[in-house]
């Protein structure tokens, strides 16, 4: 089992910027994903950003330009800051991790979430 800590949500005006840490709680292998997903009230959990199993980042076309997605040398932590708060931004950001398998499904975890709300 891997745990996923998250910090750093809070409460910002808008075009103010935040910074989001995932770290896992154990190495995990190089075959992996790591990214956030975000839900607002009544809406779907939805992808922000992801570093794939191929290292290449995916990002939202409502966040692209104004947030950044970026891994930590030891591989177990991820980062997302986010410049250029807008109100529609406002919402529980998860931290999803992957972790790939050659002769099963993968596993998939979950953070607990962080709030970010951006006043407007």
């Known amino acids: 089992q891997v745990q996923l800590v998250e910090s750093g949500g809070g409460l910002v005006q808008a075009g103010g910027s935040l910074r989001l840490s995932c770290a896992a709680s154990?190495?995990?292998?190089?075959?992996?994903?790591m990214g956030w997903y975000r839900q607002a009230p009544g809406k779907q959990r939805d992808l922000v950003a992801v570093?794939?199993?191929?290292?290449?980042?995916i990002y939202a076309d409502s966040v692209k330009g104004r947030f950044t997605l970026s891994r930590a040398d030891a591989q177990n932590t991820v980062y997302l800051q986010m410049d250029s708060l807008k109100p529609e931004d406002t919402a529980v950001y998860y931290c999803?991790?992957?972790?790939?398998?050659?002769?099963?499904?993968?596993?998939?975890?979950w953070g607990q979430g962080t709030q970010v709300a951006v006043a407007s």
């Open positions: 999803r991790l992957l972790v790939a398998h050659t002769q099963r499904p993968p596993d998939i975890y």
């Open positions: 154990r190495t995990i292998s190089s075959n992996n994903s």
């Open positions: 570093i794939t199993t191929y290292g290449n980042i």
